[in-house]
């Protein structure tokens, strides 16, 4: 009998079909989702003979058509009570030969505890907050670790899931990215992607609407296009940037013009629309985010914006940790606004 990727599986006797099962723990959010996709794609390739399923979070599941015959669950960000005892007694009730722990959750770690004759795999933190614990690491098959407390130590989180992974053979690509120009309106040619961020803009660079709105204009004087995405559930926003830009909205399919700038507003785009957004267009201009790994892993020219606020001088240290942890391999900028918004223009011109 064949699984979905069209290889054999094994089988006991004349009528019993017994199938092995991967599993991957993958659920958090949309940036580290993007950040693993080619491991999880090594991981189909290693265990090509085997059923492999998927654990996402409620946040990510929208991009799972990255992979199209990968089976999946979803599962709370944050796991509540009901779903570890479910994922407990899923570990129990399938014939598992191996478990990928890529999303470092303290309960994942747990669980090599009880089922001995797993294979666990995983990533693992040294930090001010390590995990696991030397004790609950010991029952690990094989770990690597990112390292957030040693820079001479610290590696890409790309590097790490591929050295966890381990997998030097030829491999057959699974993932799939079959995109095209929108059917439903003429999306704009030569465009560079922008993303508000309200973490950004709003809590920490305390921008106000005017002030982001001549930002975005002023993208679009130095690109031939812009199309920028918002926050879906940020109302006041997505209200203003409505009212003040063209826009299309991908819940009702309606465009919605009101001047002839070449600025278009993409209200209520997510999922395979938003990737398909990105691939469209020839360049990313956002705040380091999954936006920003979207624009990376398909292969874009992509500028992060930034800004921190540093209160101990610890902070710096655990920023520039995070920077090299996070960043993509290859191209892939970086750039840190000021809250004067003058100065962030002045400094942003010699970039774009």
Not at 54 to 65: A, H, P, Q, V
Not at 169 to 185: G, P, Y
Not at 243 to 250: E, H, R, V
């Amino acid at each position: 009998m064949k699984n979905r990727w069209g290889l054999n599986q094994i089988i006991i006797g004349k009528n019993n079909i017994k199938v092995e099962k991967i599993l991957i723990l993958k659920n958090d959010r949309v940036g580290d989702y993007f950040t693993s996709i080619n491991s999880i794609n090594l991981i189909l390739n290693k265990h090509k003979d085997k059923d492999v399923e998927i654990f996402l979070s409620k946040i990510n599941y929208k991009f799972n058509f990255i992979f199209e015959n990968l089976e999946i669950k979803i599962f709370n960000y944050n796991l509540n009570i009901f779903e570890k005892i479910k994922i407990f007694f899923y570990l129990m009730s399938n014939d598992i030969s191996d478990v990928y722990i890529l999303a470092p959750k303290n309960f994942y770690y747990y669980l090599p505890l009880f089922f001995r004759k797993i294979k666990f795999h995983a990533v693992c933190i040294e930090s001010e907050k390590s995990r696991p614990s030397n004790f609950l690491k010991k029952y690990l098959y094989n770990t690597e670790i990112l390292y957030r407390n040693n820079k001479s130590k610290i590696m890409s989180v790309y590097k790490v899931l591929e050295n966890l992974i381990n997998y030097k053979t030829e491999c057959k690509n699974f993932i799939s990215l079959n995109f095209d120009e929108f059917n439903f309106f003429e999306f704009p040619k030569d465009s560079t992607f922008f993303h508000y961020k309200h973490n950004l803009f709003d809590e920490k660079l305390l921008w106000s609407n005017i002030e982001i709105k001549n930002f975005i204009y002023y993208l679009s004087k130095k690109r031939n296009y812009i199309v920028f995405s918002s926050e879906l559930n940020n109302d006041e926003k997505n209200d203003f940037f409505y009212k003040n830009f063209n826009s299309f909205d991908f819940k009702v399919k309606k465009y919605n013009k009101i001047n002839n700038d070449n600025v278009l507003y993409l209200k209520n785009i997510d999922g395979k629309n938003l990737v398909n957004a990105i691939y469209l267009c020839k360049d990313v201009i956002a705040p380091e985010s999954g936006i920003t790994h979207i624009g990376s892993f398909l292969k874009k020219e992509t500028l992060a914006l930034m800004h921190f606020n540093f209160k101990h001088n610890s902070d710096v240290f655990k920023q520039i940790i995070a920077c090299k942890e996070w960043a993509p391999l290859s191209n892939f900028k970086s750039t840190i606004l000021k809250k004067d918004f003058s100065k962030s223009i002045n400094k942003l011109s010699k970039l774009i």
